[in-house]
């Protein structure tokens, strides 16, 4: 079983950096397609990003596209989320979540879920 965690949150001005990690200390997260999601007060659970086991594939949602970037390093077995110029409505909870097979954009083809971590971007 995969045991998602999340790091890397905090507060940042807009038009700032945060890279977001996630790792799992259990079994690998290599054979496994990662996702990140996010759920901001009040709203539901959205897509972020997502990409294969190999990192050959890679999903973005609109509103992040050119501004954030999904990578993995399974020799870390780790994957990133870089997030840049980020804006308020970027504020949210982050959340890692992994699945077998292939990456998805729909958050209940997920598995397993990290407890997530926040975001806070300042105006």
């Known amino acids: 079983q995969v045991q998602p965690v999340e790091s890397g949150g905090g507060l940042v001005q807009a038009g700032g950096s945060l890279r977001l990690s996630c790792t799992t200390s259990?079994?690998?997260?290599?054979?496994?397609?990662v996702g990140w999601f996010r759920q901001a007060p009040g709203k539901g659970r959205e897509f972020v990003a997502a990409i294969n086991w190999g990192g050959a594939v890679t999903y973005y949602a609109d509103s992040v596209k050119g501004r954030f970037t999904i990578s993995r390093d399974n020799a870390k077995n780790t994957v990133y989320l870089q997030m840049n110029s980020l804006k308020f409505e970027d504020t949210a909870v982050y959340y890692c979540?992994?699945?077998?097979?292939?990456?998805?954009?729909?958050?209940?083809?997920?598995?397993?879920w990290g407890q997530g971590t926040q975001v806070t971007v300042s105006s």
């Open positions: 979540a992994a699945k077998f097979s292939t990456a998805s954009m729909v958050a209940t083809l997920y598995n397993y």
């Open positions: 259990t079994r690998t997260l290599s054979d496994h397609a």
